[in-house]
């Protein structure tokens, strides 16, 4: 009995204390993707990975019709002369790939960098939201499984973002 009553008012204390506490949680990932500077952002790293693309494409192109071209040349050349071609092909090939994971890994740098301005700008606007509406805790929304949408606060701070950067120098 005592322990059902320690129980009891156990979680009636811990119910109260959050009463003064306000909790909230937002979606940065959707603010990265969705405000005007991330909007800008996407577009701009779309344009370079479809020029980059393109590029590439020439390149798998031509090193598609030099792998034809020596098959071609099999039965003709002499095996020497053959195996020099691809042995140069294959170079060319392996040249190719390193492009490819270069390039991959420029984009992944620009995203990352581009994403910490758009960070560094959010988080005084989060400190002073959080100010002006004594919020005890901002969360993640990642971390959260389920919460009335009232405690989202992803759209307001979205829209103070929105005023504050409008723009960002590539």
Same mark, same amino acid.
């Given at each position: ?7 009891? *008012? ?15 949680? !937002?979606?940065? /990932?959707?603010?990265?993707?969705? $405000? ?11 344009? @370079?990975k479809e020029n980059k693309?393109?590029?590439?494409? *020439?390149?798998k192109k031509k090193l $598609?019709?030099?792998?034809?071209? !020596? &098959?071609?040349?099999? =039965? ?19 040249k190719y790939k390193k ?7 420029? @984009?992944?740098?620009?995203? *990352?960098?581009?994403?910490? @301005?758009?960070? =560094?700008?959010?988080?005084?606007? @989060? ?5 002006? /509406? ?8 990642? /971390? ?12 307001? &701070? ?13």
């Amino acid at each position: 009995m005592k322990r059902l009553l320690f129980i009891f *008012l156990f979680f009636l204390n811990f119910e109260n204390s959050l009463a003064d506490n306000k909790i909230v949680y !937002i979606d940065v /990932n959707y603010i990265l993707n969705n $405000s005007i500077v991330g909007k800008l952002i996407t577009t701009h790293i779309n344009k @370079i990975k479809e020029n980059k693309n393109n590029e590439l494409l *020439l390149i798998k192109k031509k090193l $598609s019709d030099k792998e034809t071209n !020596i &098959i071609k040349k099999k =039965n003709i050349v002499d095996k020497n002369e053959l195996q020099k071609e691809i042995n140069i092909l294959n170079e060319e090939i392996n040249k190719y790939k390193k492009q490819k994971i270069i390039f991959k890994k420029e @984009i992944d740098d620009k995203k *990352l960098k581009y994403s910490k @301005i758009v960070l =560094n700008a959010i988080n005084p606007i @989060i400190s002073k939201y959080v100010e002006e /509406n004594s919020i005890t805790i901002v969360l993640s929304k990642q /971390n959260i499984i389920i919460a009335k949408n009232n405690l989202d606060i992803t759209n307001q &701070i979205m829209d103070l973002l929105n005023i504050q950067l409008t723009k960002i120098d590539f």
